[in-house]
């Protein structure tokens, strides 16, 4: 099993590697649609009934075939780069961030896991959130270049190890245990601070997630932005979580080896990404 993981893992980063030192925007694009429409069908696989899963894959292709032409207007290769704001309605980023607030963040709190709760409403919540968060990860990496987008991943990643690590030594009080029992509060709160550290001291290194936030603010503000991303990527590892159990599953899916499905590994993401374009300024430009 631990050889499984590692060697997806190796596979994975390769992949990720090769699309970010391309010289063309275009090998990243297509990972990140590939990507969001397996996210987008291991979603819709928790959300939906029985009777409805079948369209699952269905949706996730159709939404897919979108994207490629969202970015395709866009981004034609013969011609400069257009505004930011025209690969997605500038507020379509707020709206998603909203739902966040108002549909993931209440059922977190409540940790219902009977059985799937609003399976239309969460199901078109998933369209809504991976189209977004995959429209932010374009926008970031076509405007401000690979190392912002790694730098804004690793947030989450220090976020999710310290959070680990800082649990099993600390952890006393459970997080949400209805939903996710291993988490606790100390170690969402030392996931927080190590992301938050992460991201103030790379506003020192160029073209870094955490230098663009300080071009707008002081490095306090910034401090203060990225333990709010890294708790708000909490709730999107626990929404996830969520919906697993309603669904009786342990992995959103097995098409990762080693590490279940592909929504298991960029959960914390979801809601992270639209918020941090927003903080950037560039949708509204």
Known sequence: MLLQRVLTAIVL????LGALMAPSPWPLIAVLVVLAGCALW???????????????????????????WLVWT????????????????????PVTVVAW????????????????RFPALMSLFGVLAIVSAWGALVLLFVEFGAWCLV???????????????TGRAFGRHKLAPAVSPGKTWEGAIGGVLAAAVWTTATALVPGSFGAILAQQWSLPIVFALASFLAAISIIGDLFESLLKRRAGVKDSSRLLPGHGGVYDR??????????AIMLTGIIFQ
């Open 42 to 68: 291991e979603w819709l696989r928790l959300s939906l009934t029985p009777t409805w899963q079948p369209a699952a894959p269905w949706v996730a292709v159709f939404t897919s075939v979108v994207m490629c």
């Open 151 to 165: 730098s804004l991943m690793a947030l989450i990643w220090f976020a999710d190890i310290a959070a680990y690590f």
């Open 74 to 93: 866009w981004m034609p290769s013969t011609v400069a780069l257009p505004a930011a704001s025209r690969l997605i309605h500038p507020w379509f980023m």
């Open 266 to 275: 960029i959960d914390a993401l979801l809601p992270v990404a639209p918020v």
């Open 13 to 16: 980063l390769m992949v990720l």
């Open 101 to 116: 607030a108002v549909l993931a963040l209440p059922q977190v709190l409540q940790g219902h896991t009977a059985d799937r």
